[in-house]
T-cell receptor, first 113, second 112 residues
Framework: GDSVTQMEGPVTLSEEAFLTINCTYTATGYPSLFWYVQYPGEGLQLLLKATKADDKGSNKGFEATYRKETTSFHLEKGSVQVSDSAVYFCALSDRAAGNKLTFGGGTRVLVKP | ETGVTQSPTHLIKTRGQQVTLRCSSQSGHNTVSWYQQALGQGPQFIFQYYREEENGRGNFPPRFSGLQFPNYSSELNVNALELDDSALYLC???????????FGPGTRLTVT
């Protein structure tokens, strides 16, 4: 079945540092890929998405590129802020499976001033 | 545009009891999916509802059941609660056939 693996946290960074969170996936079809962010005590917010190979999703300074050859969708941000402290989830959806979302385990990011 | 709302925010139940959680979908969205998020883990798909019928189910026992109403809102029912049912329950809405799902704030269920 489909699965998503992302790097374990916590990731602790100083403000303005570069952030990378690795995500790889296994899927039988051609999934869409997502990054969701969860702030403390809240639900999940869609951060960005990519629907086909070589697509780049971007939002709020975050970027991720759909790499079919390496089955990866790594999240990057060039200069993090304290407000980026949250848990980040990589996820895939497969149209053949009714677009249900399969999530990774999440990566907690803590940005210190 | 109204986002996804869920009620209640928190509740505490005793093992063996039954619980009903509610979700109102984002305006115009016709599909509702439910997820269970245990502490420190990623959400797990429970089931999806479209046109008032179950449209896909994850690896959850039959004591997890749901409904969708004509206005696309939905309920998640859990019977015979177990301690391991303690989790954040997330509802997400979408258009059928479209991959993006938008989540509500969740209901935190504690089973004692």
């Amino acid at each position: 079945g489909d699965s998503v693996t992302q790097m374990e946290g916590p990731v602790t960074l100083s403000e303005e540092a570069f952030l990378t969170i690795n995500c790889t996936y296994t899927a039988t079809g051609y999934p869409s890929l997502f990054w969701y962010v969860q702030y403390p005590g809240e639900g999940l917010q869609l951060l960005l998405k990519a629907t086909k190979a070589d697509d780049k999703g971007s939002n709020k300074g975050f970027e991720a590129t759909y790499r079919k050859e390496t089955t990866s969708f790594h999240l990057e941000k060039g200069s993090v802020q304290v407000s980026d402290s949250a848990v980040y989830f990589c996820a895939l959806s497969d149209r053949a499976a009714g677009n249900k979302l399969t999530f990774g385990g999440g990566t907690r990011v803590l940005v210190k001033p | 545009e109204t986002g996804v709302t869920q009620s209640p925010t928190h509740l505490i139940k005793t093992r063996g009891q039954q619980v009903t959680l509610r979700c109102s979908s984002q305006s115009g969205h016709n599909t509702v999916s439910w997820y269970q998020q245990a502490l420190g883990q990623g959400p797990q798909f429970i089931f999806q509802y479209y046109r008032e019928e179950e449209n896909g189910r994850g690896n959850f026992p039959p004591r997890f059941s749901g409904l969708q109403f004509p206005n696309y809102s939905s309920e998640l029912n859990v019977n015979a609660l177990e301690l391991d049912d303690s989790a954040l329950y997330l509802c997400a809405s979408s258009f059928q056939g479209v991959s993006e799902q938008y989540f509500g704030p969740g209901t935190r269920l504690t089973v004692t």
